[in-house]
């Protein structure tokens, strides 16, 4: 499953030019991948190009074969792409296995899905005439995808781009190529044909001469990223020029609200794993927490307690809850954040500053009097840091949680049933989480308001967006 080179054009590319992918946990280099050229994505786009026509002729149930065996073979192997995860991302081993799970379940769920792309028959107005609604594959699609899920972000796009017959051209995070080329692997074996998935890898710097080609293509009807909302917004400007097909899962800013009448322990529970998995690099993480003065004191002191409990190491390590941040830029985006509420009146709890193993791994972090003008309110810190801020009425609550241009997630502890059902849909996400701290599931629509996004992934909504629609008039 170690593979280093990229995967064009139905072979496995090498080419001259080669990039280290590094452990951050050690900062060794693990391997140096191909470093493509805008040259190979047009290579990738044309093959793919020829893949689409079979493709869409293939049988629903064929597809769903494949994408099954796929699934199978990835929970045959799911210590060796965990560990292959870890040692590129950072993530602990529990986690990593997780998500190979999740990623997965994903294939899985669009095997079905697979055949379940229903059209419509529509009353004739006419006598002479039928009325059909056919679902086609919208055909040659592109994926950009994120470091902080390497393979979930992949399945979860390639899953249901297979399942509705498009080919897909993948552009991975330039720091976690090698599980995006292991899934290629898999996928081969699993009888997935070689145009319909390919893997383009590079640097940062290829990022956007290989992105400008996959937008700028007439030939590639669909782009589907993962990723910051500046990007989001540069892709969708360059694939207004061809009209594509976009679906954008963008960043957050997740609030998460504590109300007077939660469960205290079950809210500080729900904040770890919204807040602290993956070290807090993910998009849902929770963002801005707000907690009534009520509740206040004792959530701060009980969350505090558990996270400061919380091992610190290489993910690779015995009992690791937090692994080291991604690379440095993040790690300086928490010091930064961290360093600005200080300065503007914030006070430490827990933490605060770079761990002793040094490198990118930062303290969990408790900071309290976090306030609306700072970093951390207005941007993603993407660490192991928790801000908590103080609310004593509810209106107030759901205001400062809505002040964000953000809207993927959010959310809140409460066990008054009115106030449930009210915070539930005053709340401007895409998502929301009612006492509990993770949502996630493949069965259910994945994505996001506002400036988080357009589309939704997972669930059976998650096909829509892969597909057109052909009305077809008939005359008898």
Request: charge should be negative; hydrophobic fraction near 45%.
């Given at each position: 499953?170690?593979?280093h080179d990229a995967?064009v054009?139905?072979?496995?590319?090498g080419?001259?030019?080669?990039?280290?992918?590094t452990?951050?946990a050690?900062?060794?280099t693990?391997?140096?991948?191909?470093?493509?050229a805008?040259?190979?994505?047009?290579r990738?786009i044309a093959a793919?190009?020829d893949?689409a026509p079979?493709?869409?002729?293939?049988l629903?149930g064929?597809r769903a074969?494949v994408?099954h065996r796929?699934?199978?073979l990835?929970a045959e192997?799911t210590?060796?792409?965990?560990l292959?995860?870890t040692s590129?991302?950072?993530?602990?081993?529990?986690e990593a296995?997780?998500e190979?799970?999740?990623?997965a379940?994903?294939?899985?769920?669009?095997?079905?899905?697979?055949?379940r792309a229903?059209?419509?028959?529509?009353?004739?107005t006419?006598s002479?005439?039928?009325?059909?609604?056919?679902r086609?594959?919208?055909g040659?699609?592109?994926?950009i995808t994120?470091?902080?899920?390497?393979?979930a972000?992949i399945?979860r796009?390639?899953g249901?781009?297979?399942?509705?017959g498009?080919?897909?051209?993948l552009k991975p995070?330039?720091?976690t190529?090698?599980?995006a080329?292991?899934?290629r692997?898999?996928?081969t074996r699993?009888?997935?044909?070689?145009g319909?998935?390919?893997?383009?890898t590079g640097d940062a710097s290829?990022?956007a001469?290989?992105?400008?080609v996959?937008t700028?293509s007439?030939?590639?009807r669909?782009?589907?990223?993962t990723?910051?909302?500046?990007?989001?917004k540069?892709l969708?400007?360059q694939?207004?020029e061809?009209v594509?097909?976009?679906?954008?899962?963008?960043?957050g800013?997740?609030p998460?609200?504590?109300f007077?009448?939660?469960?205290v322990?079950a809210?500080?529970?729900g904040?770890?794993?919204?807040?602290m998995?993956n070290?807090?690099q993910?998009c849902?993480a929770?963002n801005?927490?707000?907690?009534?003065?009520a509740?206040?004191?004792?959530f701060?002191?009980k969350?505090a307690a558990?996270?400061g409990a919380m091992?610190?190491g290489p993910?690779?390590?015995?009992g690791v809850a937090?692994g080291?941040?991604?690379?440095?830029?993040t790690?300086?985006?928490?010091?930064?954040h961290?360093?600005?509420?200080?300065?503007?009146g914030?006070e430490t709890?827990?933490?605060g500053?770079?761990?002793?193993?040094g490198?990118?791994?930062?303290?969990p972090?408790?900071?309290?009097?976090v306030?609306?003008e700072m970093l951390?309110?207005r941007?993603e810190t993407?660490?192991p840091?928790a801000?908590?801020?103080?609310?004593?009425e509810?209106?107030?609550?759901?205001?400062?949680?809505?002040?964000t241009r953000a809207g993927?997630i959010?959310?809140?502890?409460?066990?008054?049933?009115?106030r449930?059902?009210r915070?539930?849909e005053?709340l401007?996400?895409?998502m929301?989480?009612v006492?509990?701290?993770?949502?996630?599931n493949t069965v259910?629509?994945?994505g996001?308001?506002?400036e988080?996004g357009?589309g939704r992934?997972?669930?059976q909504h998650?096909?829509?967006d892969?597909?057109?629609?052909?009305?077809?008039a008939?005359?008898l």
């Amino acid at each position: 499953l170690f593979r280093h080179d990229a995967f064009v054009a139905g072979e496995w590319h090498g080419g001259d030019r080669r990039v280290p992918v590094t452990d951050p946990a050690t900062g060794e280099t693990m391997a140096e991948v191909t470093r493509c050229a805008p040259a190979d994505a047009e290579r990738a786009i044309a093959a793919a190009h020829d893949a689409a026509p079979p493709l869409k002729a293939s049988l629903a149930g064929d597809r769903a074969t494949v994408l099954h065996r796929f699934a199978d073979l990835m929970a045959e192997h799911t210590a060796d792409l965990a560990l292959l995860l870890t040692s590129e991302q950072g993530k602990p081993l529990a986690e990593a296995r997780g998500e190979i799970a999740y990623a997965a379940a994903f294939l899985r769920w669009f095997a079905e899905e697979a055949r379940r792309a229903y059209g419509d028959v529509i009353p004739p107005t006419k006598s002479d005439q039928r009325l059909l609604v056919l679902r086609e594959p919208v055909g040659v699609a592109a994926a950009i995808t994120p470091w902080n899920f390497p393979s979930a972000m992949i399945t979860r796009k390639l899953g249901a781009a297979y399942a509705a017959g498009c080919p897909l051209v993948l552009k991975p995070a330039e720091a976690t190529p090698l599980s995006a080329l292991a899934l290629r692997v898999l996928a081969t074996r699993a009888g997935m044909e070689p145009g319909a998935f390919q893997v383009l890898t590079g640097d940062a710097s290829d990022a956007a001469p290989l992105g400008k080609v996959l937008t700028g293509s007439p030939l590639v009807r669909k782009l589907s990223f993962t990723g910051s909302t500046e990007v989001g917004k540069i892709l969708l400007r360059q694939c207004a020029e061809t009209v594509k097909k976009v679906s954008l899962e963008l960043g957050g800013n997740a609030p998460f609200l504590v109300f007077e009448d939660a469960d205290v322990d079950a809210a500080v529970e729900g904040c770890l794993v919204a807040k602290m998995r993956n070290g807090g690099q993910t998009c849902v993480a929770a963002n801005r927490i707000l907690v009534h003065a009520a509740v206040h004191d004792a959530f701060v002191e009980k969350l505090a307690a558990r996270m400061g409990a919380m091992k610190v190491g290489p993910g690779v390590d015995e009992g690791v809850a937090v692994g080291p941040l991604v690379d440095e830029p993040t790690f300086a985006k928490v010091r930064a954040h961290v360093a600005d509420a200080l300065e503007l009146g914030a006070e430490t709890v827990l933490g605060g500053g770079p761990h002793a193993l040094g490198r990118t791994f930062h303290e969990p972090t408790v900071l309290t009097g976090v306030g609306g003008e700072m970093l951390m309110t207005r941007e993603e810190t993407f660490g192991p840091v928790a801000g908590i801020q103080k609310f004593t009425e509810e209106d107030e609550a759901i205001a400062i949680a809505n002040d964000t241009r953000a809207g993927l997630i959010a959310y809140f502890y409460a066990r008054d049933v009115g106030r449930v059902w009210r915070v539930a849909e005053a709340l401007e996400a895409g998502m929301v989480g009612v006492n509990t701290g993770l949502v996630s599931n493949t069965v259910a629509p994945f994505g996001g308001v506002k400036e988080s996004g357009l589309g939704r992934e997972g669930s059976q909504h998650g096909l829509e967006d892969w597909t057109e629609l052909k009305y077809v008039a008939i005359g008898l």
